[in-house]
């Protein structure tokens, strides 16, 4: 009986002896892969969904069956305990392959690769907060906690450069070059806690998601962020910038076709327009030559003929060969003006001969006096 109770009490000796490296061990899971994950995306954080949420940045995950890498958008997560604070996982070069680091939640950050996710996490601790009597208190410079009344709240200025160095990978060709300091392999002794399970909801909901992998956003996830685990719909999802369409397939398709539609429609637009003036440059020499056949003040005879014409305007251009006689029918029924433009010529020319003797009376008059002095001869002999 001594011997049972013994041997229970080491195996359970033992068993809490071990629980640290179990946990340790779940956390250390890793994958290798042979290529570098993608530069981190640029996104805005969404709005706080409440007093308690820790910010956990997105991360580009690998998955095997698609041998692709898959965006793993961030979020905000309650933390397990008070005092607890997330490091994320990172990737590393190990020499042959690149290995990832799982993230998890304790009481420090520790080392996360020098890479900066932004948001508070710029390359080693956090600045987005810290725990204080059981409370944690949000950086406003690097949080986004407008929208709900958290009074627990500071500003501290913090250098944010994720813009800039966008890569994602510690070591290696390219990769962050950064070692781990003291307090972050002190913080790498402790007590860890794996990602919960909303945590990982959030990955396996990123896995499924054909929109997120790297091959089709090409670095540009259109979920980037999202206000709570498994939301990767409905308001306060973000995008990353320069994506163009949502993670949906069948939009982008469709999008192409819209923009392959008008391409397709321009050269018929074209085609219309270059056959729409053919007529009306037909139809403009039988308005220049009636002028020419006509005289200009009868204008009045040639105004039906653009009538006529458009409505044989498909004969016209496919028989050429009538409009020489309608020409000549034209000259016929202007000869009657013509006649009428002689009688008018006449009328001028004769008042010019009546108004030639006109002076004739002129000398007329000038005999007149000579019969006024003729009397006055006749006078003086009588006297």
């Known amino acids: ?24 061990s779940q956390v250390s899971v890793n994958v290798s892969v042979g290529v570098p994950p993608p530069e981190l995306p640029v996104y805005d954080q969404p709005p706080i ?10 991360y580009w995950a690998w998955s095997d069956d698609d041998q692709d890498y898959y965006w793993v958008p961030g979020t905000w997560v309650l ?3 008070p005092d607890y604070l997330w490091t994320p996982g990172y990737w590393g070069w190990g020499g042959a392959a690149f290995i990832w680091h799982a993230g998890y939640w304790g009481p420090h950050v520790g080392f996360y690769g020098g890479v900066n996710y932004g948001y508070g996490y710029v390359g080693n601790g956090y600045e987005g907060g810290y725990w204080q009597g059981g409370r944690l208190y949000y950086n406003r410079s690097v949080n986004n906690v407008s929208n709900v009344n958290i009074t627990n709240v500071y500003n501290k200025t913090v250098i944010n450069n994720v813009t800039v160095n966008r890569v994602s990978y510690n070591g290696g060709n390219g990769g962050v070059r950064a070692q781990p300091t003291r307090v972050e392999e002190q913080a790498a002794r402790e007590r860890h806690l794996p990602p919960i399970s909303e945590q990982q909801h959030q990955a396996q909901e990123a896995r499924s998601n054909p929109g997120l992998r790297a091959k089709q956003n090409q670095g540009h996830p259109p979920i980037a962020a999202t206000p709570r685990p498994g939301a990767f719909s409905g308001a306060g999802v973000v995008q990353a910038r320069g994506a163009v369409n949502r993670a949906e397939p069948q939009p982008r398709t469709e999008n192409q076709r819209r923009t392959d539609s008008p391409t397709r429609t321009e050269p018929q637009s074209r085609a219309e327009s270059q056959s729409r003036p053919e007529p009306q440059r037909r139809a403009a020499p039988p308005e220049t030559r009636a002028p020419q056949s006509a005289p200009q003040p009868h204008a009045a005879p040639p105004a039906p003929q ?15 060969p009538p409009r020489p006689p309608a020409e000549q029918r034209r000259p016929e029924q202007a000869p009657p003006p013509r006649a009428a433009a002689p009688q008018s010529a006449p009328r001028p020319a004769a008042p010019r001969p009546e108004s030639a003797p006109r002076p004739a009376p002129r000398p007329e008059s000038a005999p007149r006096p000579a019969p006024r002095e003729a009397p006055r001869p006749e006078h003086s002999p009588q006297r």
């Not at 969904?49 to 997105?58: L, S, V």
């Not at 653009?306 to 050429?320: I, K, S």
């Open 1 to 24: 009986m001594l011997l049972k109770i013994w041997c229970r009490s080491i195996l359970s000796t033992l068993f809490l002896l071990a629980l640290p490296a179990l946990s340790m």
């Open 79 to 81: 933390a397990p305990q």
């Open 306 to 320: 653009p009538h006529a014409a458009p409505r044989p305007a498909a004969p016209e251009v496919q028989r050429p």
């Open 49 to 58: 969904p409440g007093d308690g949420y820790i910010w956990t940045p997105g």
